[in-house]
């Protein structure tokens, strides 16, 4: 850094730490924040607390990931990958109170507040079965075996198949082996030699977003069309690389918003004097996200995919069971069989996983108001929507949209360094 331009980030930072010591003075705390990975998303969530309880911030990215040797602070928020124990140990020697919006570095030595790594296969599975799916499959990393990944995966592959679908792993890379990215065709030709071993139509979920494009890629390099052969799930739920990629992607949404936040309260609980708990905090995912590389039906059985068909088509008007049954020429009890068999659900519940699967895309997709998103999607008062959308999703469809219109949120830490980067 240039000598002026050094000399005036030292006067701006002396001025956050002084003003940091005249918070404490008074009576604020003051919340030390070590995040290794930029996450808009969970940042929002982390800030909506700090902003509740009052408290000051003091981000480490400003002193280089470095403890300012003046700076005493009330407690520790982090998000760092391993690499990083010697600073967590320092966080740990402070004696104040410490989480980890994590379980990579000491989760042994400290409280954790990470997500639910088999609820986000089994939402997974599910989203694949809701579209009539038999034929699943995770492709996994290299290192699955010691990945933290490797719940999600074999969460997927149980659920899949409790959900009556053929479910295998699979992986491109091996150990010892490793193929740089950049050399696409030759992995194009193994990931091609893994699918011809697996049946069509096939549901794909991976460990992150990146990779999940990836598979797209793969796809249009072999003829491979993209839902209708294979639909490509991610995990993530990064909104440009989902949104902005070749083919829109779908992903898993993990729930970053309510996992900061969550790990900011436990922080205040901790400082307040209560006890730590005993097991880590775990976050349930917020649902998929559905985009165009799993926008299909791959249902068995043409009734139901016909009064699923109609029943998606006509979300805005207040169709149901009778409606649903009378278009597709089926009686009520037959339909509810078919759903049953099919779909292990109700029609109604159908109706109201669609109702509020198609409110999340139009909070994060239009500026409409909420009440004209409810009456879209077939709710009949604002009031309701908000009941049954916090019941399903632990936030309110406001907070769902700040979380979600933040931006830049990222999956977890790639499994090995080469895994995320040359996409």
């Not at 999607?377 to 309701?384: D, L, M, P, S």
């Amino acid at each position: 850094m240039a000598g002026p331009i050094r000399m005036l980030y030292d006067e701006f930072m002396n001025e956050v730490l002084s003003n940091t010591t005249r918070d404490v003075s008074g009576g604020r705390r003051t919340v030390l924040l070590a995040l290794g990975q930029e996450n808009e998303i969970l940042k929002r969530g982390i800030y909506d607390q700090v902003r509740r309880a009052g408290w000051s911030v003091l981000d480490l990215r400003f002193h280089g990931m470095e403890i300012p040797r003046s700076f005493c602070a009330d407690g520790v928020l982090f998000r760092l990958a391993g690499q990083a124990v010697p600073l967590v140990r320092r966080f740990l020697r402070t004696g104040v109170p410490v989480v980890q919006i994590h379980d990579a570095v000491l989760p042994e030595r400290c409280c954790c507040v990470i997500q639910d790594r088999q609820g986000i296969g089994k939402a997974a599975a599910e989203h694949f079965a809701q579209r009539g799916f038999r034929n699943m499959a995770y492709l996994h990393s290299e290192e699955f075996d010691t990945s933290p990944f490797k719940p999600t995966g074999l969460s997927f592959v149980q659920h899949a198949r409790g959900l009556g679908a053929k479910a295998d792993l699979f992986a491109i890379q091996r150990l010892g082996r490793i193929i740089s990215w950049a050399r696409f065709e030759v992995l194009a030709r193994r990931f091609g030699r893994e699918i011809a071993k697996l049946e069509l139509p096939l549901g794909i979920f991976t460990y992150n977003d990146v990779m999940a494009v990836r598979i797209c890629r793969f796809c249009d390099a072999l003829g491979l069309r993209v839902p209708e052969e294979v639909a490509v799930l991610g995990n993530g739920n990064a909104p440009y690389k989902c949104e902005y990629a070749p083919t829109p992607l779908s992903s898993v949404d993990p729930n970053f918003f309510l996992q900061g936040r969550a790990a900011a309260e436990l922080l205040g609980r901790l400082m307040d004097g209560e006890p730590p708990p005993a097991e880590p905090v775990l976050i349930t995912p917020a649902g998929v996200v559905t985009r165009q590389s799993t926008d299909v039906l791959a249902m068995p059985d043409a009734d139901t995919a016909r009064a699923l068909r109609y029943m998606w088509e006509h979300l805005d008007k207040p169709v149901g069971v009778p409606e649903i049954a009378e278009a597709c020429g089926m009686s009520r009890s037959t339909l509810e069989r078919h759903f049953r068999k099919y779909l292990r659900r109700s029609v109604t519940e159908e109706l109201v996983r669609k109702r509020l699967e198609r409110g999340c895309e139009m909070l994060r997709a239009t500026e409409l108001s909420i009440n004209e998103i409810a009456r879209q999607v077939g709710f009949k008062t604002e009031t309701y929507f908000f009941r049954v959308f916090g019941k399903a999703m632990g936030m309110t469809p406001r907070k769902y949209r700040l979380a979600q219109t933040a931006g830049g949120g990222e999956a977890e830490a790639p499994e090995t360094p080469g895994t995320i980067s040359g996409m």
